[in-house]
């Protein structure tokens, strides 16, 4: 499968690099494909590739010393993961599953070395990224610190919506989610996502239904985030 999906190149990783530098690098990727459920890597596993995400989510997580697992992220088409162990060479440093069927573009070291040898911005770029997401680990270690629940899931959904999660609708943005995923991402348990979630409901805020979450006011999330 070629990467030839327009919203792809448009990859952070590849901006502002020559059309033709485009074409090299579809060149240097390998497709491949998971199942909904399947592991795509293991915390702790050896690892020598970046991926991208074609179509399908992927769920990012960890499991505590209690065997608790607990989601980082979900990642989107067009989203990147696995560049840490890429750029380090130390083992995987979270588990990577895909949540639907997912399509992914791999780029293993040796490719990427010979990318970045013709085009350094590659490098930059990657820099960036991981740059982008250490400012996103701080601000989010801080509201887990101090930010009680409904704090905690207003973020969480602010940072589903940012990361562009879900459908666009008339109205906000609908995200394919359960409250149990959402209490994982917040850090919180199911039983106060759903309350939180029926609070969030009726103050306009979204329009929760069992399986699926409509964010319809992120300012009001913003005030709810921060307290206003
Ligand atoms: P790597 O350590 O190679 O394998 C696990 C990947 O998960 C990691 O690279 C990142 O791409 C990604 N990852 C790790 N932590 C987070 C996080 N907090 N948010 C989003 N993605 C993450």
Redesign the pocket.
């Known amino acids: 499968m070629k990467l030839d999906a327009p919203e792809l190149l448009q990859s952070p990783l590849f901006e502002g690099l020559p059309p033709e530098a485009r074409e090299i690098a579809e060149q240097a990727f390998r497709t491949m494909v998971y199942r909904p459920g399947q592991t795509i890597?293991e915390?702790g596993d050896s690892?020598h590739a970046?991926y991208l995400i074609r179509s399908g989510r992927v769920k990012?997580s960890?499991c505590n010393l209690d065997g608790k697992e607990k989601v980082?992220?979900y990642?989107n088409p067009g989203e990147?993961?696995?560049?840490?162990?890429?750029v380090d060479e130390?083992?995987?440093?979270?588990?990577?599953t895909a949540v639907d069927e997912v399509t992914l573009h791999a780029l293993y070291l040796e490719e990427y070395w010979g990318l970045v040898r013709r085009y350094p911005q590659v490098a930059h770029n990657l820099a960036r990224i991981l740059a982008r997401?250490l400012r996103?680990?701080n601000h989010?270690v801080e509201i887990l610190t101090f930010e009680e629940a409904r704090g905690r899931i207003a973020y969480a959904l602010l940072k589903l919506y940012r990361h562009r999660y879900g459908e666009p609708t008339a109205r906000g943005r609908r995200m394919g989610l359960t409250h149990r995923e959402l209490a994982d991402l917040a850090g919180t348990s199911r039983e106060t996502a759903t309350r939180v979630l029926n609070q969030f409901h009726e103050q306009g805020l979204v329009h929760a239904e069992s399986r699926a979450i409509e964010v319809l006011d992120t300012e009001g999330l913003e005030n709810v985030l921060y307290d206003l």
Not at 80 to 86: D, H, P, R, T, V
Request: proline share 4%; charged share 20%; aromatic share 8%.
């Open positions: 890597f915390a690892g970046l990012i960890h980082l992220a990642l990147i993961f696995g560049e840490m162990s890429l130390e083992p995987r440093s979270a588990t990577a997401r996103e680990m989010e």
